[in-house]
């Protein structure tokens, strides 16, 4: 089965500065991977996808990540962060053939500070 | 497009009464809908996946007489909590895939915060 580890739980940054957010998966056969933002009492946005292809994807709002198939790795990555950006984000791996299951990392809040 | 609601976004029941919660898909038909739910500071569990027309199939450990779940159209998904207790008490969140544009995404709603009393 299918893993996903989030190595920070929160990461405070100040404005306009850079910031990644990791995530690690684990599994057995091949996968799509995503990011989702949550805002207070919201549900979940999505970000970004990777599903085949490029391994440098960019989603929305500034935001890009890069799957690393031999680190098993889809970090997250915007290199200049506004207040607004503060929120819970998720990684998220779907197994290929899974029907589209998701398994989510455990979040990092992210905290953009003035 | 792909607009997912969910009702009520929030509701208080006593200990040992029953809860409905609704998840539409507004624009676009869901063949298969997904219910999670999620602990404070916790990430999303996924407790089970509606497929249209069929039986719900539950994630390991969630117990199917107590969180009952119907997919009765492609736009309709309901999540029932039975004889809720306070551990019931949790954010539900819902999300919808299509069987057209955008078949590797969940599309979710806003969530319905449940507290029992």
């Known amino acids: 089965a299918q893993s996903v580890t989030q190595l920070d739980s929160q990461v405070p940054v100040f404005e306009e500065a850079p910031v990644e957010l990791r995530c690690n998966y684990s599994s057995s056969v091949s996968v799509y991977l995503f990011w989702y933002v949550q805002y207070p009492n919201q549900g979940l946005q999505l970000l970004l996808k990777y599903l085949s292809g490029s391994t440098l994807v960019k989603g929305i709002n500034g935001f890009e990540a890069e799957f690393n198939k031999s680190q098993t790795s889809f970090h997250l990555r915007k290199p200049s962060v506004h207040i607004s950006d503060t929120a819970e984000y998720f990684c998220a791996v779907s197994e290929v053939g899974s029907n589209y299951k998701l398994t989510f990392g455990k979040g990092t809040l992210l905290t953009v500070n003035p | 497009g792909a607009v997912v609601s969910q009702h009520p976004s929030r509701v208080i029941c006593k200990s040992g009464t029953s809860v409905k919660i609704e998840c539409r898909s507004l624009d676009f038909q869901a063949t298969t809908m997904f219910w999670y739910r999620q602990f404070p500071k916790k990430s999303l569990m996924l407790m089970a996946t509606?497929?249209?027309?069929?039986?719900?199939?539950?994630e390991q450990g969630v117990e199917k007489d107590k969180f009952l779940i119907n997919h009765a159209s492609l736009t309709l998904s309901t999540l029932t909590v039975t004889s809720a207790h306070p551990e019931d008490s949790s954010f539900y969140i819902c999300s919808a895939k299509s069987s057209g544009r955008a078949r590797h995404e969940q599309f979710f709603g806003p969530g319905t915060r449940l507290t029992v009393l």
């Open positions: 509606s497929n249209e027309g069929s039986k719900a199939t539950y």
